[in-house]
């Protein structure tokens, strides 16, 4: 694979081969998206949007089909929209600080793994809020800028091959307490909680890579916010978080 910048998008392309295959780089992502498909609800009326916003190859759709959403995903990677679209969503590109959808268009709107990854955080979450319906659902999960969240993203991540090399820049990640400000001023109220992968789940993947049972592992929620979170909010019915 060729040698890039940290958290240049163009790493996404080079291992596009991983989004689907069983035991692969991608593991931890498919047990995020499992995550993030559990906080979200049956469509509460026909024609419901969902917007998931960096979709990558679509890992989000398995868990929110037969929920009743139009599942549009939004990302600035060509074979990953190709990819995502094999698997059901409606594919869109575009960058998520300037959302080419209208102004609350979606009844949900999904930022999983993709905050970690903006330049510009607040353009993001503004365009993630600008696009959110009135009482709609705003659900994400991101890395913590903290000293640990650094260790264990990039120094042991990267080290025993749970991140592929390059794929993060710690400088952007993201405090919960600047996100839940952020959404705030945008209307919606964000409440989070740690989660962390199933330490059996871990040690299935990074022992025995490639191996096809699946899931290898999950996450699950705990106290500590310190390394990966979640956060699930709703816009207020006047825009008023």
Same mark, same amino acid.
């Given at each position: 694979?060729?040698?890039?910048?940290?958290?240049?998008?163009?790493?996404?392309?080079?291992?596009?081969?991983?989004?689907? %295959? *069983? +035991? @692969?780089? !991608?593991? /931890?992502?498919?047990?995020? =998206?499992?995550?993030? #498909?559990?906080? &979200?609800?049956?469509?509460?009326?026909?024609?419901?949007?969902?917007?998931?916003?960096?979709?990558?190859?679509?890992?989000?759709?398995?868990?929110?089909?037969?929920?009743?959403?139009?599942?549009?995903?939004?990302?600035?990677?060509?074979?990953?929209?190709?990819?995502?679209?094999?698997?059901?969503?409606?594919?869109?590109?575009?960058?998520?600080?300037?959302?080419?959808?209208?102004?609350?268009?979606?009844?949900?709107?999904?930022?999983?793994?993709?905050?970690?990854?903006?330049?510009?955080?607040?353009?993001?979450?503004?365009?993630?809020?600008?696009?959110? %319906? *009135? +009482? @709609?659902? !705003?659900? /994400?999960?991101?890395?913590? =800028?903290?000293?640990? #969240?650094?260790? &264990?993203?990039?120094?042991?991540?990267?080290?025993?091959?749970?991140?592929?090399?390059?794929?993060?820049?710690?400088?952007?990640?993201?405090?919960?307490?600047?996100?839940?400000?952020?959404?705030?001023?945008?209307?919606?109220?964000?409440?989070?909680?740690?989660?962390?992968?199933?330490?059996?789940?871990?040690?299935?993947?990074?022992?025995?890579?490639?191996?096809?049972?699946?899931?290898?592992?999950?996450?699950?929620?705990?106290?500590?916010?310190?390394?990966?979170?979640?956060?699930?909010?709703?816009?207020?019915?006047?825009?008023?978080?």
């Amino acid at each position: 694979m060729r040698r890039l910048e940290r958290n240049d998008l163009r790493q996404y392309d080079d291992l596009a081969a991983e989004w689907w %295959r *069983p +035991g @692969g780089g !991608f593991e /931890l992502l498919h047990w995020l =998206a499992a995550a993030r #498909g559990a906080l &979200v609800p049956r469509a509460s009326r026909p024609g419901a949007v969902l917007v998931d916003a960096g979709c990558g190859g679509g890992l989000l759709a398995p868990h929110v089909a037969g929920l009743g959403y139009v599942h549009i995903g939004v990302d600035l990677g060509r074979l990953g929209l190709a990819t995502a679209a094999g698997h059901g969503v409606t594919p869109v590109a575009g960058d998520v600080t300037a959302l080419p959808l209208a102004s609350a268009s979606a009844d949900v709107v999904v930022a999983g793994e993709i905050l970690e990854h903006v330049t510009d955080l607040p353009a993001a979450v503004a365009e993630l809020c600008r696009v959110l %319906r *009135p +009482g @709609g659902l !705003f659900v /994400l999960d991101t890395v913590n =800028a903290t000293r640990l #969240g650094r260790v &264990v993203s990039i120094t042991l991540g990267e080290r025993f091959g749970a991140a592929p090399v390059g794929i993060h820049d710690p400088e952007l990640f993201v405090d919960p307490g600047d996100l839940t400000t952020l959404c705030a001023k945008h209307g919606v109220r964000l409440e989070v909680r740690g989660i962390r992968p199933s330490v059996i789940g871990l040690v299935r993947w990074l022992v025995l890579p490639g191996r096809k049972r699946a899931p290898l592992g999950r996450m699950l929620p705990t106290r500590s916010t310190q390394v990966l979170y979640q956060g699930r909010g709703r816009k207020g019915e006047d825009g008023a978080a």
